[in-house]
């Protein structure tokens, strides 16, 4: 942890506003999504521009299988033709691919897909992309107690270092930055742990428009905070 930040290391961001973006003009949801998915490439590119060493994206929450079937099954079928189109120019760019959530719930094509993405890029060092799908930070954090528990780790040894080893973001600094769109205001279960001293910053751009510009504007944002971790 470091008082530095001219540059956020880790940012992690909360894709939110595809639906109204699609609303406000009259195109169905799905649209919205679609739109959202390709502002997804536009995004990883200025990042790692930047020079930002990790971009988690939160992709599908574990609480988004309760939206209409019809909805599920489109972000999934987005989730796959995006791995398809990009998993390559991503490789070109030296983009390493990581997912953080749950494996086991999605089609498994679609999990046979991400493997395979992961894999191909694995030994990529200019940026890690991490896809937050079928993730939620709570069944995270469980997951971990019990892989503790099973691990027979004995409860003195148990520190936040060891602790943190147990997530699906090991390995990974915690976030510096972590950007909200869409206009609401809150964590929705996404790095409750991990972003313990993040910066906050929510815009209400929603996903689809947030571009370039706005992503000079989070930066900027960001340069002029001042990071304490709880010192003074
Ligand atoms: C929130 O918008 C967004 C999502 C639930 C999904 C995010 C998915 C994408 C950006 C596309 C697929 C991703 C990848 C990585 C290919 P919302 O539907 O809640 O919007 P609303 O609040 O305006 O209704």
Known sequence: ???????????????????????????????????????????????ADCGVKYLTLFAFSTENWGRPQEEVTGLLHLLSQSIDEETQHFHQDNIKLMHIGKPDRL????????????????????????????????????????????????????????????LGTQGIPDPDLLIRTGGEMRLSNFLLWQAAYSELYFTPVLWPDFGKKEIDKALLDYRQRQRRFGSL
């Open 107 to 166: 089609p498994l094509e679609l999990r046979r897909k991400v493997e395979a993405a992961i894999a191909l890029t694995k030994d990529n060092s200019r940026m890690t992309l991490c896809l937050a799908f079928d993730y939620g930070s709570r069944a995270e954090i469980v997951n971990a107690v019990r892989r503790i528990k099973e691990d027979d780790v004995s409860t003195g040894d148990i520190d936040e270092v060891v602790f943190s080893s147990y």
């Open 1 to 47: 942890m470091s008082g530095d930040n001219s540059l956020p290391c880790h940012v992690a961001i909360i894709m939110d506003g595809n639906g109204r973006w699609a609303k406000q003009r009259g195109l169905p949801r799905f649209e919205g999504h679609r739109a959202g998915a390709k502002n997804v490439r536009r995004v990883v590119k200025a990042f």
